[in-house]
């Protein structure tokens, strides 16, 4: 620096920003392909969808099954649990949005919009809790609808306290949104398919 | 390495040949046999050397356990019994391995608080001591993931939530999760990318135990003091003085690892870790192992959660700044009485921390039962509220106004004054620096 030539840019400059440039970017894409081999492979992909019948599943039951390596919760709800869900004005809930994949992202929590083609009585959702991924327990929490001793619908989820209602919306607790509806279609009136 | 020139003489054709080309005999000489130390270190200086046995034990350990077992969600649980039953001493390498981890964080534990208590961590020792941060979260991600391969139910649920954390942040949360777990939940890629970094991670620990043992060998040791090295009568050879007085250590320490091996192998664990991974159920009660307890507590404290994700790492990575949040020119908590007391007190608010991660967030603390919601209870979450406000709060309050409001005692003249004034109550103190 103690010349003048030396304190202008010249060619000898550019090249070397040229070349490192190029270096860089020859490193971005040599390590793309080491990163970019964690992400889901072509078996993991293909696990895509499963078909369940759900004329088995009686008025009250839930039942769990397994989709991409994570419980699907099947609830056939009681005509309370849909009413008790329907009462909840949106002000009370803490993630006012559907979190339903069939719907548009912004569509609120409504107990319709958390259902796929107005059939109410089946809650399907994805039984993994939205704060750690733990699996909340059916029956259980304040948001349950009790009848003497025992709760219908409402979840609670053991390993860090978060409730959910009977539409899977979090009431209460560390979750910050409500339980995800995976994306299905009715196949016919008792057949979905999930995925 | 640094500057101590060593004494070494080549005494045979062969020694002088070789000493030409790789003068390693020479940095042996300099650095471990000769290397001047200063003469009063007291057994909590022997942890430095445990550290590393056990950091052998875990890497020859977990060699050989890799030989039987097998990282597939089909068979990793049943490999592992099958170690347990079928390999010649299987249970014993195993045992060892699983406890070692455990003696591997008491180990730390009392060598990060020797830092903390005689300020190990203050100029010029700041990057030796960032180093050593460095090393305790490495082991935190290599412990963690030894943990999964089991395959257990605790196994299995404590990678989920876990790597959930990640989920918390913005924007990227989700690809996130998804490229850590090659899938949609924690599944057998997973499991198998886990077992590839836990055998890779130790490693890099042994590379940066090396850096961290350079940048020891730059500034030299701290001491119980902390008063700097003056003069060559301060210090000693470090052999035979501190080797025979680490072995000893180290004996002392292999027979309290040998006791929880034998007698006791599996009480830090879990029970339901011996029931295999279900992913549709997770056990009614989840906690990590005991050595993450605090930073467990520190998670759950905070009731949102992106705000529990950065307390709880915000909690460790807090300890790089600890150089230039703790304000006194004062190294050693000897000579700092109101320090002193705000240490232990530190100390225990850890150890409760600890406690407050154990139990099921809404029970009545140090309890089973359920806490009624509606009135005011101490419970597991409240105690993990008050001791994580408490952590910060030594950190980021007591420490740089301590510093700043303490009168510190007189300082010895030198480590040699300190060691006689012991030996000699009556020789006058004289304070320096």
């Known amino acids: ?195 | 390495m640094s500057g101590h020139a060593s004494n070494y003489q080549p005494k045979s054709a062969f020694a002088k040949w070789f000493h030409e080309r790789l003068p390693i005999m020479d940095m042996v000489q300099g650095q471990v046999l000769d290397f001047p130390t200063p003469k009063n270190l007291n057994y909590f200086w022997t942890f430095g050397g445990i550290l590393a046995v056990m950091l052998l034990i875990q890497i020859v350990t977990g060699v050989v356990l890799a030989m039987h077992y097998t990282p597939h969600v089909d068979m990793a649980f049943d490999s592992v019994e099958h170690i347990m039953r079928d390999v010649n001493s299987g249970w014993m390498l195993r045992y060892m391995h699983a406890n070692g981890a455990s003696m591997f964080f008491i180990a730390v534990y009392i060598h990060m608080f020797r830092g903390m208590y005689y300020g190990s961590y203050k100029a010029p020792r700041e990057v030796l001591w960032m180093i050593g941060v460095l090393i305790y979260l490495i082991m935190m991600a290599t412990a963690f993931m030894g943990y999964v391969l089991p395959w257990g139910q605790m196994s299995f649920w404590g990678a989920k939530v876990i790597t959930n954390l990640f989920s918390a942040i913005p924007f990227f949360g989700d690809s996130i999760t998804t490229l850590l777990w090659g899938g949609y939940s924690v599944d057998n890629p997973t499991l198998n990318r886990f077992f590839s970094l836990h055998y890779l991670l130790p490693f890099v620990l042994a590379g940066l135990v090396i850096l961290h043992i350079w940048a020891l060998h730059v500034v030299g040791n701290n001491n119980p003091t902390g008063v700097s090295v003056k003069s060559a009568q301060d210090t000693i050879p470090f052999s035979p003085y501190y080797t025979v007085k680490d072995a000893f250590a180290i004996v002392v320490f292999l027979m309290f690892y040998a006791a929880w091996v034998f007698f006791s192998p599996n009480y830090l664990g879990h029970a339901i870790n011996y029931q295999e991974a279900n992913p549709l159920v997770t056990p009614a009660h989840i906690v990590p192992e005991w050595y993450y307890l605090p930073f467990y507590a520190i998670l759950r404290a905070i009731p949102d959660k992106l705000g529990g994700v950065i307390a709880m790492f915000g909690s460790i990575l807090i300890l790089f700044a600890l150089p230039w949040l703790d304000t006194s020119k004062v190294r050693s908590g000897n000579y700092r009485p109101i320090f002193k007391q705000f240490f232990w007190l530190f100390v225990i608010n850890c150890i409760i921390l600890g406690f407050a991660g154990s139990g099921a967030p809404d029970n009545y603390f140090l309890s089973h039962e359920a806490a009624n919601p509606d009135k005011w209870a101490l419970t597991y979450k409240l105690v993990g509220q008050i001791c994580t406000a408490y952590y910060f709060l030594h950190f980021l309050v007591i420490l740089p106004l301590l510093g700043l409001l303490e009168t510190p005692k007189p300082l010895p003249a030198s480590i040699s004054d300190a060691v006689l004034a012991r030996s000699n109550p009556s020789t006058a103190h004289v304070p320096a620096e």
């Open chain 1, 1 to 195: 620096m103690s010349t003048a030539e030396h304190a202008e840019t010249n060619r000898r400059d550019f090249l070397y920003i040229a070349t490192g440039a190029v270096g860089a970017v020859g490193v971005a894409l040599a390590a793309w392909p080491f990163i970019n081999q964690m992400n889901p492979d072509a078996s993991v992909l293909a696990l895509a969808s499963v078909e369940i019948d759900l004329a088995p599943v009686a008025e009250g039951q839930e039942i769990t099954i397994k989709w991409r390596g994570n419980p699907v919760f099947i609830r056939h709800r009681l005509a309370a649990e849909i009413e008790a869900a329907s009462k909840v004005a949106l002000t009370d809930l803490k993630d006012p949005l559907a979190r339903n994949a069939n719907l548009p992202d912004a569509d609120p929590a409504t107990g319709e919009n958390r259902v796929v083609g107005g059939k109410e009585q089946f809650l399907v959702m994805m039984g993994v809790c939205t704060h750690l991924g733990c699996v909340p327990i059916g029956n259980e929490g304040e948001f349950a609808v009790v009848e003497g001793n025992t709760k219908h619908g409402g979840w609670f989820c053991p390993c860090h306290g978060s409730q959910y209602d009977t539409a899977g919306r979090i009431r209460k607790g560390p979750a910050p949104e409500n339980l995800h509806i995976p994306q299905y279609a009715y196949l016919s009136d008792t057949k979905i398919r999930i995925g």
